[in-house]
């Protein structure tokens, strides 16, 4: 609880990732044989070198946001998206700015000021802008520059049955997750990768895919709990409480079937719940990884997280208890020869 | 060659699910290769060995199909596509499992046909109820167009001539191909309808000194038709382009001086969308200079595709030309300029 209330706290927008990157590489030092990070920031600990067979399980430090692009005369800052913003949920929500962490809001038009129509449709990005309480751009430029980047500014709280809410469950807590694998031991090679920019485009996890080139990889996720109104359960992607979801496919990976199998095998073994992830697109760092070098057998394993993408995301404690323990479970398997690694690329003649 | 297209056509193999398709397609070429192997994205991969020039040649073996989200309590499955699926062509079809479940595609009460999208349409395989339904199929399961290929004339009719009829013409090639300088690896690329997936990592594991894709490709040769130069019959054709690659000129003229030497009958196409493994070769590693032989197909991605015997006979011809024919990297292809 408190490591995954201190992750989602701290600030990561894809490309500024260092707020959780030193986090976690005070929380992991003690349990770590070797601890790296490349140029793009992707943060590598290593265990078990030199061990067989060599698993990579990687869990993305990024979250969404937004990125100053303007002042204007009267000290508010204009802003774009750091990647896929629901422009619907950004009016009013408190932000913190630029690497002092300057706290602001995300102004509008108020409503008494808006015309009929526009109280209608949903405010642009560009009618957006942040306000930081300055009378104008000589006092803003004290405080903020043109490419600072804005994260949403959220506390982490349980609330109701054992329910957690609050910002950036996607992805801190495939990283809690991962964290906490890391403090045990394994008969493998575990590397386990923190990765950035997997908002923007996966862009952390294949270099680091690159650079391991596992001979097999685990994605620890935050994916879309559709289990609310509005949606008919045919919609559902996962439901909130129903245990981690398998990945069978989205928009950048197909799971191997013998990868689905040996995922529900394992889940059945330990008694967990466990759903398949009912929806075929966006996509996560197993789409670069599993193109890697010359291709790498990969899984997804998410905690359903309702409000994906908003300061206001609401994940079961159940699910992630029970995500973690699959996770554990797969290694363990995978550390038995539960997987043969061999079977994935077969010599016929 | 028409008996091994209605065999490959009919043979099921949706995107990541291309194991029966590679298994058939193995037993076709093992006698005329001497090395025969897979790897972990599937891509099944034919080696002739050679002292010169490596040649990857790809023919994606994958096919569209339908993949099953959700299972109902009266037993109708709800899916979304794998690949390019049109929720029109879907309408009133076909479609099986794999594993023998066969169903019917079914559509919501609708009050205009226009607003017919994926899930409007369920899959409904007989099942009474849910458990029924769950003892045949289960959610992630997926589904392709059930059709037997017709032979009318030259031309043969079928779902997954897209892209069947390349991996045949490149099954055709390797049986004729004679001894040659040149290293040929044949690979029978997985997922390329979800994005080129098999050709990224089979060509970066290759790393082959030229690449050429064998596909099919969008034809302008039927009434109203969009403005295509490619027609059923005429020839095989050489790629200029499409939005994945722009094909390396001295490729180009290699295949229309063979087609100029050898007689054989073909067509330029340019195409503004869609792509092709070539897209994923030519990026490989520092580029991988690279072709594309294209095999005209009339109503592509639906289940009653069309291609033409002789198209197909030609394309075998122009491959087996390319494959055999010596190709001095450092002259055809040179880096360093001083």
Known sequence: ?349 | MKDLLKKLSETYGPSGREEKIRKVIAGEIKDFVDEVFTDPLGNLYAVKKGKSTKIMVAAHMDEIGIIVTYIDKDGFLRFSNVGGVSPQILLGQRVTFGNGVVGSIGVEKLDDIKKLTLDKLYIDIGAKNKEEAEKLVKIGDIATYDREAAVMGTRVIGKAMDNRAGCAVVIEALRRLRETENEIYAVFTTQEEVGLRGSRTSSYRINPDLGLAVDVTLVGDTPEPPALNVALGKGAAIKVKDASVICHPKIKAMLSELAAKHKIPVQMEVLTAGGTDAGAIHLTREGVPSGVISIPCRYVHTPVEMVDLDDMENSVKLLTAFLSTSVKMQEAFPCALV
Do not use: W
């Open chain 1, 1 to 349: 609880m408190l490591l995954i209330k201190k992750l989602t706290e701290a600030y990561g927008v894809s490309g500024d990732e260092s707020g959780v990157r030193n986090l976690l590489r005070e929380e992991l030092t003690p349990y770590a044989e070797k601890i790296e990070t490349d140029s793009l920031g992707n943060l590598y600990i290593k265990k078990g070198i030199g061990k067989k067979p060599r698993v990579m399980v990687a869990a993305h430090m990024d979250e969404i946001g937004l990125m100053v692009v303007g002042i204007e005369s009267n000290g508010l800052l204009q802003v774009k998206t750091v990647g896929g913003v629901d422009e619907r949920v950004l009016v009013s929500k408190p932000v913190v700015v630029g690497e002092n962490h300057v706290p602001g809001v995300i102004g509008a038009k108020a409503i008494h000021l808006q015309k009929p129509h526009e109280r209608k449709k949903p405010l642009e990005v560009e009618q957006l802008y942040i306000d930081i309480g300055v009378k104008n751009k000589e006092e803003a430029e004290k405080m903020v520059k043109i490419g600072d980047y804005a994260a949403f500014l959220a506390t982490t709280h349980e609330i109701g049955d054992n329910c957690l809410i609050g910002k950036a469950m996607d992805n801190r807590v495939g990283c809690a997750i991962l964290a906490e694998l890391v403090k045990e031991d394994y008969d493998l090679e575990l590397t386990a990768v923190f990765t950035v920019q997997e908002e923007i485009g996966l862009r952390g996890a294949s270099v680091a895919a690159y650079n391991v080139h596992p001979d097999f990889a685990l994605v620890l996720e935050g994916t879309t709990a559709s289990d609310v109104a509005g949606v008919e359960d045919t919609g559902y992607v996962t439901k909130l409480g129903g245990g981690p979801a398998i990945s069978i496919m989205d928009s950048s990976f197909i799971a191997p079937q013998k990868v689905i199998n040996f995922l529900v095998e394992t889940a059945k073994k330990l008694n967990l719940p466990f759903q398949l992830r009912r929806l075929t697109t966006a996509g996560t760092d197993a789409g670069a990884i599993s193109q890697a070098h010359g291709g790498i057998p990969s899984a997804v394993i998410s905690v359903p997280c309702r409000y994906l993408h908003s300061p206001t995301s609401i994940i079961s404690l159940d699910d992630y208890e029970n995500t973690l323990r699959l996770a554990k479970g797969v290694l363990m398997a995978i550390a038995e020869g539960g997987l043969s690694l061999e079977g994935f690329a077969e010599k016929i003649k």
